[in-house]
């Protein structure tokens, strides 16, 4: 299965969710969406969705290739294929001699990769047309619910 995933927050910081949408042959196979009414970050929500498909697809027992996710934002997706290491290697802190924001949640994931949790990170343009990330986008924004979801005719 391939997953597009996505979050936000408006305004930034402020309530928000995250959105993701799992991809068969084409359809959607699987919708998820959490949102969230206290102050959050469209970067937090970001993470939170790639980390709820590291959790729930990205065991090293499910798969023979790890599930490829798809992300909009360039900063996660430097930080979980790049960033993360040397900061873990460097005691957290980064090249500025400042802590990573969101390093609760960058330290989970990495925790879960240490254990042998795996996904196949990429970055998507957003807001480009790509019918999948618009979706998960919809499901982070909370224009439409996972019920609606499967039923969007994605022509």
Request: hydrophobic share 35%.
């Given at each position: ?5 996505d979050?936000?927050?408006?305004p930034?910081?402020?309530p928000?969710?995250?959105g993701?949408?799992?991809v068969?042959h ?5 919708a ?7 102050k ?6 970001e993470?939170?969705?790639?980390l709820?498909?590291?959790?729930e697809?990205g ?13 909009d ?13 040397s ?10 001699k ?16 240490q254990k042998?949790y ?28 996972e019920?609606?979801?499967y ?5």
């Amino acid at each position: 299965m391939i997953f597009y995933t996505d979050g936000s927050a408006h305004p930034n910081p402020g309530p928000g969710g995250y959105g993701v949408v799992g991809v068969e042959h084409d359809k959607v196979a699987y919708a998820r969406s959490r949102q969230y009414n206290g102050k959050v970050t469209n970067n937090e929500m970001e993470i939170k969705a790639i980390l709820w498909v590291m959790l729930e697809f990205g065991r090293p027992t499910e798969w023979q290739q790890p599930p490829i996710v798809y992300s909009d934002s360039a900063y996660c997706v430097n930080t979980f294929n790049t960033w993360m290491f040397s900061w873990a290697r460097n005691n957290w802190i980064k090249s500025d001699k400042k802590t990573p924001e969101n390093l609760e949640l960058i330290q989970a994931y990495y925790d879960l990769y240490q254990k042998g949790y795996k996904i196949d990170l990429r970055k998507v343009k957003g807001h480009a047309g790509n019918k999948f990330n618009e979706l998960a986008d919809g499901l982070a924004t909370g224009r439409i619910t996972e019920k609606e979801a499967y039923n969007v005719k994605l022509v």
